[in-house]
C-alpha cells in the first residue's frame, strides 16, 4: 500500500467554480501536511501546509486535515485558468521524508 | 535569489551510459534532497543530504545510481549504466533547517533509448 493515495484525474472546470482534491494516506503517525503545485515543466511549489487536524485557509485555497480518516483536502473557491496545474498533495512525519501522491492535473476553462 | 539551479534540463542518452545530473541548492539551506518523477509512482525521495553528508539513501533504486555533495553549493546523481527504465524527471530541492518547506528546482528530463 502507498503512503499516500491521489485521484490521477485529469478534473476539468468552469472558472468560478469550487474545486475539491483529495488525498488519504495510511501512516497515522503522519502530522505534516502539505499541498504543492505544479505547473507544465516545472517544479513543485508549496502552496498550503498544516499540521496535525484542522483547517487552514489562504485566500481562495483551504487545507484540511481529518486524522481520524486518514483524510487531507484541498478546497479552491473561485477557480482562475490560472489555478490550471498539477495538484500533489503530501505527508511527512519528519520535515525530511516527505511522500508526495501521484497528483491531480486540473484545467479551469474561461 | 536565484533559486536552486539544475543542469542540463534535458538529458537524452543511449542505454548503457553514464548520466550526470547537477544541482545547485539555494545558498544557506541546509538540506538537499533529490527526488525521482514519473506518471506511474508520481514523486520519490531517492537520497537527502544534511550538511554535505548523506543521512538517508533508502530510496535509491539501485546500485547503478550514486549521489555526492563534495560541498554546500554543489550535488550530483549519477547513473552508470543507465537503462531505459531510469527515464523520468529528476528533481533536486533544498531546505533550511528551520524551515519545514522545501524549494525544487525546475528538474532535469531524462530519456534512455
Known amino acids: 500500500q502507498k503512503e499516500v493515495e491521489q485521484d490521477p484525474g485529469p478534473l476539468s472546470v468552469p472558472e468560478g467554480a469550487i474545486v475539491s482534491l483529495n488525498c488519504t494516506y495510511s501512516?497515522?503517525?503522519?502530522?505534516?501536511f502539505m499541498w504543492y503545485r505544479q505547473y507544465s515543466r516545472k517544479g513543485p511549489e508549496l502552496l498550503m501546509y498544516?499540521?496535525?487536524?484542522g483547517n487552514k485557509e489562504d485566500g481562495r485555497f483551504t487545507a484540511q486535515v481529518d486524522k481520524s480518516s486518514k483524510y487531507i483536502s484541498l478546497f479552491i473557491r473561485d477557480s482562475q485558468p490560472s489555478d490550471s496545474a498539477t495538484y500533489l498533495c503530501?505527508?511527512?512525519?519528519?520535515?525530511?521524508?516527505?511522500?508526495f501522491g501521484t497528483g491531480t492535473s486540473l484545467t479551469v476553462i474561461p | 535569489d536565484a533559486g536552486v539551479i539544475q543542469s542540463p534540463r534535458h538529458e537524452v542518452t543511449e542505454m548503457g551510459q553514464e548520466v550526470t545530473l547537477r544541482c545547485k541548492p539555494i545558498?544557506?539551506?541546509?538540506?538537499l534532497f533529490w527526488y525521482r518523477q514519473t506518471m506511474m509512482r508520481g514523486l520519490e525521495l531517492l537520497i537527502y543530504?544534511?550538511?554535505?553528508?548523506?543521512?538517508?539513501d533508502s530510496g535509491m533504486p539501485e546500485d547503478r545510481f550514486s549521489a555526492k555533495m563534495p560541498n554546500a553549493s554543489f550535488s550530483t546523481l549519477k547513473i552508470q549504466p543507465s537503462e531505459p527504465r531510469d527515464s523520468a524527471v529528476y528533481f533536486c530541492?533544498?531546505?533550511?533547517?528551520?524551515?519545514?518547506?522545501?524549494?525544487f528546482g525546475p528538474g532535469t528530463r531524462l530519456t534512455v533509448t
Open positions: 530541492a533544498s531546505r533550511a533547517t528551520l524551515s519545514y518547506e522545501q524549494y
Open positions: 501512516n497515522s503517525a503522519f502530522q505534516y
Open positions: 543530504f544534511n550538511n554535505n553528508v548523506p543521512i538517508d
Open positions: 498544516t499540521y496535525s487536524s
Open positions: 503530501a505527508t511527512a512525519n519528519t520535515g525530511n521524508q516527505f511522500y
Open positions: 545558498s544557506g539551506h541546509d538540506y
